[in-house]
């Protein structure tokens, strides 16, 4: 089992930026897929970002240009770098990690985007 918890999230108002991240229980493997995913109220969860074990990253067209996703694998952790926010990116955000069949999730933490 792996735990995941997420911090950053807060209220920002538009054009503003956060940094979340999110840090594994156990160390991360070369192999595991880590990802930011969020669900605004009254949507369904969506793909934020993903980055590989070999820095391959992908990322939404809703963010691109804006959100940049990295991974320090010494700390075990994940972060998700976000700037120009607008107030259609107020979601949980959650974190996710991918091991072979197995995915791991974090309880997620929220962000705002109001004046």
């Known amino acids: 089992q792996v735990q995941l918890v997420e911090s950053g999230g807060g209220l920002v108002q538009p054009g503003g930026s956060l940094r979340l991240s999110c840090t594994a229980s156990?160390?991360?493997?070369?192999?595991?897929?880590m990802g930011w995913y969020r669900q605004a109220p009254g949507k369904e969860r969506e793909l934020v970002a993903t980055i590989s074990s070999i820095r391959s990253t992908n990322y939404a067209d809703s963010v691109k240009g804006r959100f940049t996703i990295s991974r320090d694998s010494a700390k075990s952790t994940v972060y998700l770098q976000m700037n120009g926010l607008k107030a259609e990116d107020t979601a949980v955000y959650c974190c996710?990690?991918?091991?072979?069949?197995?995915?791991?999730w974090g309880q997620g933490t929220q962000v705002t985007v109001s004046t």
């Open positions: 156990r160390s991360i493997f070369s192999t595991d897929v």
């Open positions: 996710n990690l991918r091991r072979t069949i197995d995915s791991y």
